[in-house]
C-alpha cells in the first residue's frame, strides 16, 4: 500500500493570517440568521428550570472565580486517592477554610447540588471547631462527629464523579448505557498516561475487554451507528514522547494495530484520543503506520479526535483525507475544541517557543472549530463527529450539513444532556453520541478536574448558559462578529513566549522537539559545528604546558585540545586584568550591558556549536544541552538588564542645601571557579555577572570542560569585551589556589563542592589583604516530601525528573526522597516501573534519558557507595548501564530515617525513607530531620494541603522550595537559585540581589549652599 510522507506543517502560524484567511471566507448571512433562531430554541431549553444540569447547576453555586470553587476543585482532585483518616481530616480542614461554605444551603433539587452543599456545609461547622453552634444543622454534625461528616465528603464527591463516570467497570458502564437507547456511545477507559511496562499491560488489557465487552452487545447495527471505544497512545507506551520516537514506532505502533483488528473484528468505532500539541505528529506517526496495515482494509470504523485550538487543525485534517484517499478508507474524526489549553500556554512559555501552537482566543477557536467542521462536512472520505456544548456551535452544524446521517454530535457523559434532548426534538434525524468515561472513581481524578475547569472557566459556554445575568445575546455573538478584525485574534493579556520577561529581557529561544522541523534543523546545526570543528582540532591556553590529554565521559574523540595555565600564567592574568579594570569600569553601564546582551545573541546563534561541545565534552543530552545554552543566553540578558538598573546614579534625600549621590562601582578583579556539571551556563554567569558590574575577571574552568569555556569567552571578547579584562585559565586545584592567593584579588565566585568553598574562605580569611566579597554556590542533600494527597504520577514523574535527569550532577538534585507510608508501597513500584524505562547510553542520540557520568573517577566513586549500600542489603532498585564509558544506571536506596543521609551523593542514586502521619506535628519532625543535615540548598513537596505548604515554607532552611513539581531547572530571575549553611552564602544567582555583591557602593555629598547660599531654597514660590 501507498505510504504518505510523515506529518508536518508549521508548529504556529500567526493567528492574524489565519484569522484573516477565516475572515474572508465567503459569509451566508441567511444561513447564519437560521443558524441563530436555532440556537436561541436550543438556549431557551437550556436555560428552561427543568433544563440546567446537575453538573450546571454545581459550577453555578460554585464558581472557579469563588474561593469555594477552586477549594471544590482542589477536593474533588485528590480526596477520593486519600488512604488515611488523619491525612483526610486535615486535607477536608484545608480546603473548608478556604472558603464560606456554610452558606451555600442546600435548597437546590439537583442531588449533587444538595449533597455537596449539605456535606461541605456541615463540614465546614466541624472542622472549623466553633465552639458556638451557629444552626440545629451544626449541632447535629457535632454529634456525628469527623468520622460520618469524612464519610460524607467522600460520598459527595462519589456523587460528583458518578456523574462524569458511565460506570466502574464496563459491563456497569454497558449496562448504563442501554438505560436510553437516543445516545450513541463512545467508552473511554480511564487512566493517566503509563509510566512503566506494568501500566501498559494493564491498559491494554483494560482496552482490549472494554472491545469485547463492548462487541458482544453491540448489536446487529451498522458504522457509523455502533458503539466504539476511545483510547489513548499515552496510556500504552511509558515514553511516548518525541525524542523516543524510533522506540515508541517500534513499541507501540504493534499494540495499537492488534488493538484495531481487535475492534475490526467486532466492527466498531475506534478513536484515538487527542493528546498535547508536542505529541501531534508523533501521534500520527503512529496512526500512518497502523492504518497502512493491510489487514485493516476495507473497515471504516477508525477515527481520531481533532482540536480545533490547535492551529494545525485543518492541517491535519488534509492529512487524513489524503491518508483515506491512499489505502481507499473512511475515517472518524471527532473534532474538539481542546482541553489543554493552560497547559499548551505553559509549556509554550517555559520553552521559549516563537509563539503558541493554540489560539489565545476562545473566539478564534471557536472560528476555527466552524471553519473546521465546514472541511469536515465537505470531506467525502470523512464521518464527522462534532462534539461540542455550544448551541451556536451546534445550530451551524446543523444549518451547514444537507443530510443529518452523515455526521454526529459528541457531549460528555453528565453535561449537556438538556442541550441536545432539546436538539433531537428539534431535529429527529440527529444522533449524538456520548463520550463515556469508565473506570474506578480514583482514576477520574485527573479527568474529573479538568473537566471542571473546562467548563467552569469564565470563557466557556456551559458555565455561562447557567448563569441568567449572561444576556443571550453575549452567549449567541457569532465568533467572526467578536473577533471582528484580524489584528484583534490574539489574547490582550497574554503576552508571546518571548516577551514573557519584558521590560526587563527577551526571553531565550527555545526548541519544540515535538516539531520535527525544528527538531531536525537543531540536531543538523549540532552535527555541522562537530564536523567542523573535528577538522579544526582547535587548541586553548597561553603557557608552555604540553596540552592535557582530554578524555571524554563516553569514550569518543574529543574535538580540540586544552594547554593549562601554570603559576606564572596566573599571576600574569591577575597583573593584565588589574591593569585594565578602570577603563573597563569607565565604560558606561549601558555599553558594558550592551555587550552582554550581543553575547547572548551570539550563543543563540551558535547554538549548534554549544551543543556540539556539552555533548562530546560534558555528557549532556540533547534537552539538558538545549536547556543550559537557553540558561547561559537568559543569564546574560537578565544581568544586563540588572546592571542598567543598579548601576544608574541616584539621588538620595538629604536636608536643603545638600545634594547626596549614590554611585555603585566595580570593585576590581573577579576569580571565577566554576564546575563541570553546568560548564556553561556556571561559568558564563559568573563571567557576565562580575564584567557587567565594571569589574575585570579570571575565569578557571572545571578540569574536565575547559574547551566549552574557551569558547565561551571567545565568543565573549568577540562580543566587545576587551582581552585584558577577560582572562581564562584552564587547569587545576592548584591553579586555583594561586589566583585566590593572588594580590590583586578583589572578590571571588565559585560553585562546586562544600569541602572545595571552605577551603577557599580560610585562604580568603588567612590573607592579609583587603577583605574581599566571597560568592558561593555548592550541594546539599535535597529531600522531597510527599503526602497521600499528592498524585502518584505526577509524583513520579517529578521524582525522576529531579533524580535521575543529568544523571543526578545537579546542585538541585533530588538526593532523599520522603515518602507518608500509608502510600510508599504504591509509590514505590511506580517510580520502579518508570525508572525502568529510562535508556542509558549515549547522550549525543536523542532518545538517550540519561548520559555518563563526568568521569570514570567519579564512577568509581559512585560504585563504591553503591556496593556498601548493596552488602547492606538497602538497594531497592538497581538499573543497567552500558559497560564501557562512564556510565552509573539509576539506583534506589532505602534508608530507615530521614536523618541518615548526611552527605551528598553526586549521582543518579536516589535514598527513599517513610514518614508517619498520625499526628500534626509529625510533619515538622520530618522538616527537623531533614535540616539536621547542615545543608540548605533546594526542597520540593508534593501535597495539597496548602496549611502544610505554608508550614514548610516557614521551616525550611532550603534557598528553593518547590511544589507539586520537579526540583531543577531554576528559570534566570523567577526562581533564583541558591542555598545557606553548608550549601552556599547567597546571594542567589539569577536573582535581583546578585549583582550587588560584585558591586560597591559610593556615596557623593556636597554642600551646595557653600557656593553662597542654598539658591534653591531661595528661589521656591510659595
Not at 121 to 142: C, H, M, W, Y
Not at 209 to 235: E, M, Q
Not at 578 to 602: G, K, L, Q, S
Not at 1000 to 1009: C, Q
Amino acid at each position: 500500500m501507498p505510504r504518505l510522507k510523515p506529518f508536518c506543517a508549521p508548529w504556529f502560524p500567526a493567528d492574524e493570517e489565519i484569522a484573516a484567511a477565516l475572515l474572508s471566507a465567503p459569509f451566508d448571512f441567511e444561513h447564519s440568521a437560521r443558524a441563530d433562531k436555532l440556537a436561541q430554541r436550543l438556549l431557551a431549553a437550556v436555560r428552561a428550570p427543568e433544563g440546567i444540569g446537575h453538573i450546571e447547576r454545581l459550577m453555578q453555586e460554585y464558581s472557579l472565580s469563588t474561593r469555594e470553587g477552586v477549594a471544590l476543585m482542589a477536593l474533588a482532585e485528590s480526596l477520593l486517592r486519600v488512604p488515611d483518616d488523619s491525612t483526610l481530616d486535615r486535607l477536608i480542614a484545608d480546603k473548608l477554610a478556604a472558603g464560606a461554605f456554610d452558606r451555600h444551603a442546600p435548597v437546590s433539587d439537583a442531588l449533587l447540588v444538595q449533597a455537596t452543599a449539605f456535606a461541605l456545609g456541615v463540614s465546614t461547622k466541624i472542622f472549623a471547631a466553633d465552639e458556638t453552634p451557629r444552626s440545629l444543622v451544626a449541632q447535629a454534625a457535632r454529634r456525628l462527629g469527623a468520622p460520618a461528616l469524612r464519610s460524607a465528603a467522600r460520598q459527595a464527591m462519589r456523587l460528583m464523579g458518578d456523574h462524569f463516570v458511565l460506570g466502574e467497570t464496563i459491563e456497569e458502564a454497558l449496562a448504563n448505557a442501554s438505560a436510553d437507547s437516543r445516545w450513541r456511545y463512545s467508552f473511554d477507559m480511564l487512566g493517566e498516561g503509563a509510566r512503566s511496562a506494568a501500566d501498559v499491560e494493564r491498559y491494554f488489557q483494560s482496552y482490549a475487554s472494554a472491545i469485547t465487552a463492548i462487541g458482544a452487545k453491540a448489536g446487529a447495527r451498522p458504522l457509523p451507528d455502533r458503539p466504539g471505544v476511545s483510547v489513548k497512545l499515552s496510556a500504552l507506551h511509558p515514553r511516548f514522547e518525541p525524542l523516543s520516537q524510533e522506540r515508541v514506532l517500534r513499541e507501540l505502533t504493534p499494540r495499537l494495530l492488534e488493538l484495531a483488528r481487535l475492534a475490526k473484528t467486532h466492527d466498531l468505532a475506534f478513536t484515538i484520543d487527542a493528546e498535547e500539541a508536542e505529541r501531534l505528529e508523533l501521534s500520527l506517526d503512529v496512526i500512518d503506520a497502523v492504518v497502512a496495515d493491510p489487514s485493516l482494509a476495507g473497515w471504516d470504523g477508525f477515527g481520531l479526535a481533532i482540536q480545533a485550538y490547535q492551529k494545525r487543525a485543518a492541517a491535519v485534517i488534509d492529512h487524513i483525507e489524503a491518508l483515506a484517499e491512499a489505502h481507499d478508507r473512511r475515517f472518524m474524526i471527532r473534532l474538539v475544541k481542546g482541553a489543554y489549553w493552560d497547559t499548551e500556554i505553559k509549556r509554550a512559555q517555559e520553552r521559549g517557543l516563537a509563539d503558541y501552537p493554540v489560539f489565545t482566543r476562545k473566539a478564534m477557536t471557536d472560528l476555527n472549530y466552524a471553519a473546521c467542521a465546514d472541511r469536515l462536512l465537505a470531506a467525502p472520505r470523512i464521518f464527522p463527529q462534532f462534539a461540542t456544548h455550544n448551541a451556536l456551535t451546534i445550530a451551524t452544524i446543523v444549518e451547514s450539513a444537507r443530510d443529518p446521517s452523515t455526521y454526529e454530535f459528541q457531549r460528555l457523559h453528565g453535561m449537556g444532556a438538556e442541550l441536545y434532548a432539546a436538539l433531537l426534538d428539534e431535529e429527529k434525524r440527529a444522533r449524538c453520541r456520548v463520550y463515556a468515561p469508565v473506570g474506578p472513581h480514583r482514576d477520574l481524578l485527573a479527568y474529573l478536574v479538568r473537566r471542571l475547569i473546562e467548563n467552569g472557566a469564565n470563557s466557556s459556554f456551559v458555565a455561562r448558559a447557567a448563569d441568567a445575568a449572561t444576556p443571550q445575546s453575549e452567549l449567541l455573538a457569532p465568533p467572526r462578529a467578536i473577533i471582528g478584525d484580524a489584528m484583534r485574534t490574539r489574547h490582550s493579556h497574554l503576552p508571546l513566549p518571548s516577551d514573557l520577561y519584558r521590560p526587563l529581557r527577551a526571553n531565550s529561544k527555545g526548541v519544540e522537539f515535538g516539531d520535527r522541523r525544528a527538531r531536525d534543523a537543531l540536531l543538523a546545526e549540532r552535527d555541522a559545528e562537530r564536523n567542523r570543528l573535528r577538522v579544526a582540532a582547535p587548541s586553548y591556553g597561553k603557557s608552555g604546558v604540553a596540552p592535557r590529554d582530554l578524555r571524554s565521559p563516553i569514550d569518543a574523540a574529543l574535538i580540540g585540545s586544552v594547554v593549562e595555565a601554570d603559576a606564572q600564567t596566573a599571576r600574569d592574568a591577575m597583573a593584565a586584568a588589574a591593569r585594565a579594570f578602570p577603563a573597563w569600569e569607565a565604560t558606561p553601564v549601558e555599553a558594558r550591558a550592551d555587550i552582554i546582551e550581543r553575547a547572548a545573541d551570539f550563543i543563540e546563534a551558535r547554538r549548534g556549536l554549544f551543543i556540539a561541545l556539552l555533548q562530546d565534552e560534558g555528557g549532556k543530552t540533547l534537552d539538558d544541552a538545549l536547556a543550559e545554552v537557553r540558561e547561559s543566553a537568559d543569564l546574560c540578558r537578565y544581568y544586563a538588564g540588572q546592571a542598567r538598573r543598579l548601576c544608574e546614579e541616584k539621588a538620595l534625600p538629604g536636608p536643603t542645601g545638600e545634594d547626596n549621590r549614590l554611585r555603585r562601582r566595580g570593585r576590581g578583579v573577579f576569580v571565577c571557579i566554576s564546575p563541570w556539571n553546568f560548564p556553561l551556563a556556571i561559568f558564563i554567569g559568573q563571567i557576565v555577572a562580575a564584567l557587567v558590574a565594571g569589574n575585570a575577571a579570571v575565569a578557571k574552568p572545571a578540569e574536565q570542560t575547559p574547551l566549552i569555556a574557551s569558547e565561551a569567552v571567545a565568543l565573549l571578547h568577540e562580543a566587545g569585551v576587551p582581552h585584558e579584562a577577560l582572562h581564562c585559565l584552564p587547569g587545576d586545584g592548584a591553579l586555583g589556589a594561586a589566583l585566590i592567593g593572588d594580590a590583586n584579588v578583589a572578590g571571588v565566585v565559585f560553585t562546586g563542592s562544600t569541602a572545595a568553598a571552605q577551603s577557599i574562605h580560610r585562604a580568603l580569611a588567612a590573607s592579609t589583604g583587603p577583605i574581599v566579597p566571597f560568592i558561593a554556590e555548592t550541594g546539599g542533600v535535597n529531600a522531597m516530601i510527599v503526602d497521600s494527597t499528592a498524585l502518584l504520577e505526577q509524583v513520579v514523574d517529578d521524582v525522576i525528573a529531579s533524580a535521575f535527569r543529568s544523571a543526578g550532577q545537579r546542585c538541585s538534585a533530588l538526593r532523599l526522597l520522603c515518602l507518608q507510608e500509608d502510600i510508599a508501597e504504591d509509590a514505590l513500584a511506580m517510580l520502579i516501573g518508570a525508572t525502568r524505562e529510562l535508556r542509558i547510553g549515549d547522550p549525543r542520540d536523542p532518545s538517550t534519558h540519561i548520559g555518563p557520568v563526568i568521569e570514570d573517577t567519579a564512577k568509581a566513586r559512585l560504585c563504591a557507595y553503591l556496593a556498601q549500600r548493596r552488602a547492606e542489603g538497602r538497594v531497592f532498585y538497581a538499573g543497567a548501564a552500558p559497560e564501557s564509558g562512564s556510565f552509573v544506571a539509576p539506583h534506589i536506596v532505602r534508608l530507615d530515617r530521614a536523618s541518615d543521609l548526611r552527605e551528598e551523593i553526586f549521582g543518579p542514586i536516589l535514598h527513599v525513607a517513610t514518614w508517619r502521619a498520625q499526628k500534626d506535628e509529625d510533619f515538622l519532625t520530618l522538616v527537623k530531620d531533614i535540616a539536621a543535615n547542615g545543608f540548605g540548598l533546594t526542597m520540593g513537596l508534593h501535597t495539597r494541603i496548602e496549611t502544610r505548604i505554608r508550614a514548610l515554607a516557614e521551616a525550611t532552611p532550603a534557598g528553593n522550595l518547590y511544589v507539586n513539581r520537579n526540583m531543577i531547572g531554576a528559570v534566570v530571575g523567577s526562581q533564583p537559585f541558591g542555598g545557606s549553611r553548608m550549601s552556599g552564602t547567597g546571594p542567589k544567582a539569577g536573582g535581583s540581589d546578585y549583582l550587588r555583591r560584585f558591586l560597591r557602593e559610593e556615596t557623593v555629598t556636597i554642600n551646595t549652599a557653600s557656593f553662597g547660599g542654598d539658591a534653591r531654597l531661595l528661589a521656591m514660590k510659595e
